[in-house]
């Protein structure tokens, strides 16, 4: 399967699609930081574009022919840590995002965002908007923690594909999550050489300390060192010298959205920060794409079978090697479950 990354930052979904084995063939951002970042680590180009240029965004897709299009529009005017005022403007990409996809028509296409844009007027619009022109809608939120990713971070899916039945998909993502949340032990074992650590609350009423024996919580773009009147939280580990406590470095943190320690960051720690923060965690990329690609095989199993017609004779009966083989082949057939 061929995809194009649109909003692809520095590559996060990109990366983890490409390892669960869809060939990305292009990508499209309007942050030159993001764009650098994304071409030292990729043999294929991201281009520095404006994606509400829609007849520029199609001209670039279409010289690569893809069957999807994937990407995450701009999530601040729904987040948490944003205003969450869809008349700011950003939310807009969502629509423009639909655009393309619609005009463009490839077979799958994959939008991710945070859980909140399931409340909002612009997620029932663009539903409606993929279902007119044809397309079967899976919408799901996803906990990375249960994805291959020791991170609590929940992010929203919006999964199409041309002729299927809305949510068909579900069931096989949800068969393949995992029993139990991924701890930063878990996946860094004792690599970061500390037990605990400190990450900066929105507000002095939630906890700041996290032990590496639990997911992280969501990484941001903010990343600052504790504060020295820091008072402990009722929720912080209550042993513990907060002389000793230290925020996690910017590449760090990378890890903890599943980037390879191969991967290359340059650029200023704000830059750094902003992106690794916005990045979907590669691990979630591909275990998202991993469930695409079992649906979609298992679907082109069973279209195969349907159009496939037996005789209504038995062909043992006949001297024909290559029947009776052909059609033992054709029987072990089983599409997957």
Same mark, same amino acid.
């Given at each position: 399967?061929?995809?194009?990354?649109?909003?692809?930052?520095?590559?996060?979904?990109?990366?983890?699609?490409?390892?669960?084995?869809?060939? @990305?063939?292009?990508?499209?951002?309007?942050?030159?930081?993001?764009?650098?970042?994304?071409?030292?680590?990729?043999?294929?180009?991201?281009?520095?574009?404006?994606?509400?240029?829609?007849?520029?965004?199609?001209?670039?897709?279409?010289?690569?022919?893809?069957?999807?299009?994937?990407?995450?529009?701009?999530?601040?005017?729904?987040?948490?840590?944003?205003?969450?005022?869809?008349?700011?403007?950003?939310?807009?990409?969502?629509?423009?995002? =639909?655009? #393309?996809?619609?005009?463009?028509?490839?077979?799958?296409?994959?939008?991710?965002?945070?859980?909140?844009?399931?409340?909002?007027?612009?997620?029932?619009?663009? @539903?409606?908007?993929?279902?007119?022109?044809?397309?079967?809608?899976?919408?799901?939120?996803?906990?990375?923690?249960?994805?291959?990713?020791?991170?609590?971070?929940?992010?929203?899916?919006?999964?199409?594909?041309?002729?299927?039945?809305?949510?068909?998909?579900?069931?096989?993502?949800?068969?393949?999550?995992?029993?139990?949340?991924?701890?930063?032990?878990?996946?860094?074992?004792?690599?970061?050489?500390?037990?605990?650590?400190?990450?900066?609350?929105?507000?002095?009423?939630?906890?700041? @300390?996290?032990? #590496?024996?639990?997911?992280?919580?969501?990484?941001?773009?903010?990343?600052?060192?504790?504060?020295?009147?820091?008072?402990? %939280?009722?929720?912080?580990?209550?042993?513990?010298?907060?002389?000793?406590?230290?925020?996690?470095?910017?590449?760090?943190?990378?890890?903890?959205?599943?980037?390879?320690?191969?991967?290359?960051?340059?650029?200023?720690?704000?830059?750094?920060?902003?992106?690794?923060?916005?990045?979907?965690?590669?691990?979630?990329?591909?275990?998202? =794409?991993?469930?695409?690609?079992?649906?979609?095989?298992?679907?082109?199993?069973? @279209? %195969?079978?349907?159009?496939?017609?037996?005789?209504?004779?038995?062909?043992?009966?006949?001297?024909?090697? =290559?029947?009776?083989?052909?059609?033992?082949?054709?029987?072990?057939?089983?599409?997957?479950?």
């Amino acid at each position: 399967m061929k995809c194009v990354d649109l909003f692809s930052g520095c590559g996060g979904l990109s990366l983890g699609f490409q390892k669960a084995g869809i060939n @990305v063939l292009a990508a499209i951002d309007n942050w030159d930081k993001a764009v650098d970042v994304y071409n030292q680590n990729f043999s294929h180009k991201c281009y520095l574009h404006d994606l509400k240029d829609e007849e520029g965004t199609l001209e670039i897709i279409r010289k690569y022919n893809p069957d999807m299009i994937a990407g995450g529009p701009p999530c601040q005017d729904f987040s948490s840590a944003g205003k969450r005022d869809e008349s700011l403007g950003r939310a807009d990409l969502t629509y423009h995002f =639909a655009n #393309i996809v619609c005009a463009y028509k490839p077979k799958w296409f994959v939008m991710e965002n945070v859980e909140r844009i399931k409340k909002s007027q612009i997620l029932s619009d663009v @539903v409606k908007q993929y279902t007119d022109a044809g397309y079967g809608v899976t919408t799901i939120i996803l906990d990375a923690s249960y994805c291959n990713v020791p991170q609590a971070r929940k992010r929203f899916f919006l999964i199409g594909s041309m002729g299927i039945k809305h949510n068909e998909i579900i069931p096989i993502i949800r068969k393949n999550l995992n029993t139990k949340q991924m701890t930063i032990r878990d996946y860094l074992g004792n690599s970061l050489g500390l037990e605990y650590y400190y990450r900066h609350p929105r507000n002095y009423n939630r906890r700041g @300390v996290f032990s #590496i024996d639990e997911p992280s919580p969501t990484v941001r773009g903010v990343n600052r060192p504790i504060p020295s009147g820091y008072n402990k %939280h009722s929720g912080d580990p209550v042993h513990i010298d907060l002389s000793d406590i230290r925020p996690l470095t910017t590449i760090e943190r990378s890890y903890l959205q599943t980037f390879p320690k191969t991967f290359k960051f340059k650029g200023t720690k704000t830059n750094l920060e902003q992106m690794i923060g916005n990045a979907v965690p590669v691990n979630l990329a591909e275990f998202l =794409a991993k469930g695409i690609l079992e649906y979609d095989i298992s679907r082109e199993v069973k @279209v %195969h079978k349907k159009q496939i017609m037996l005789p209504n004779f038995d062909c043992y009966t006949m001297p024909n090697k =290559a029947i009776r083989e052909g059609l033992r082949s054709l029987r072990s057939l089983q599409p997957l479950n």
